[in-house]
């Protein structure tokens, strides 16, 4: 599975937006990029997943750049509970796809 | 909404013993997984399984580990003899079906202390 890159933390205030980046360069035509989230003492989380279209659901928007090597996920209002470790994933679109977690980002969320 | 349940949420072992560590994956759900997260690090993968069979395993995986369905509901990882290291969070995850752009479900784990 091809790399990707993203900050080691980032901190948020109550109810503002976030923009967790990510950097995969090296995608291939047929990656899938999937954002999953682990809350503390929990299991991850599948949060959205996107291949070349901007995607939205209840949890958060993805915006994919033009040329696919970046992806920017977006919580719209930030919440105590969104304070995670944010992990984005490409996933071979062809395969069973078993998931290569990285160190992701942590996001702190202030009051 | 349909979870993924694992059971103990914590099982302490002697070293050497043998610890089975139990899933319940969603009803529907064809392929399943489990993954350990040792303590401050990143989630690995461990093994996946469909039709009854290991589809793929990580080096992890040694012949220390073993899964099963041994019914149509539960998903179990053993270990034979457990060691030190084998210390971690584990988690069952499932999916409906092999195509990627499907989530994974996750369970919220089992904390495996080997002492």
């Known amino acids: 599975d091809a790399k990707t890159t993203q900050p080691n933390s980032m901190e948020s205030n109550e109810e503002e937006p976030v923009h967790l980046p990510c950097n995969h360069s090296t995608i291939s035509g047929t990656d899938y990029i999937h954002w999953y989230r682990q809350l503390p003492s929990q299991g991850p989380e599948y949060v959205i997943h996107?291949?070349?279209s901007n995607v939205n659901n209840r949890m958060a928007s993805l915006a994919i750049a033009e040329d696919r090597k970046s992806s920017t996920l977006i919580l719209h209002r930030a919440t105590l509970r969104d304070a995670a470790v944010y992990y984005c994933?490409?996933?071979?679109?062809?395969?069973?796809?078993?998931?290569?977690f990285g160190k992701g980002t942590k996001l702190s969320v202030k009051p | 909404e349909p979870e993924v349940t694992q059971t103990p949420s914590h099982q302490v072992t002697q070293m050497g013993q043998e610890v089975i560590l139990r899933c319940v994956p969603i009803?529907?759900?064809?392929?399943f997984y489990w993954y350990r997260q040792i303590l401050g690090q990143k989630v690995e993968f461990l093994v996946s399984f469909y039709n009854n069979e290991i589809s793929e395993k990580s080096e992890i995986f040694d012949d220390q580990f073993s899964v099963e369905r041994p019914d149509g509901s539960n998903f179990t990882l053993k270990i034979r003899s457990t060691k030190l290291e084998d210390s971690a969070m584990y988690f069952c995850?499932?999916?409906?079906?092999?195509?990627?752009?499907?989530?994974?479900?996750f369970g919220s784990g089992t904390r495996l202390t080997v002492v």
């Open positions: 995850a499932s999916k409906t079906t092999w195509m990627t752009p499907y989530g994974y479900t």
């Open positions: 009803s529907n759900h064809l392929y």
């Open positions: 996107g291949l070349t």
């Open positions: 994933i490409l996933n071979y679109g062809g395969s069973q796809g078993n998931l290569i």
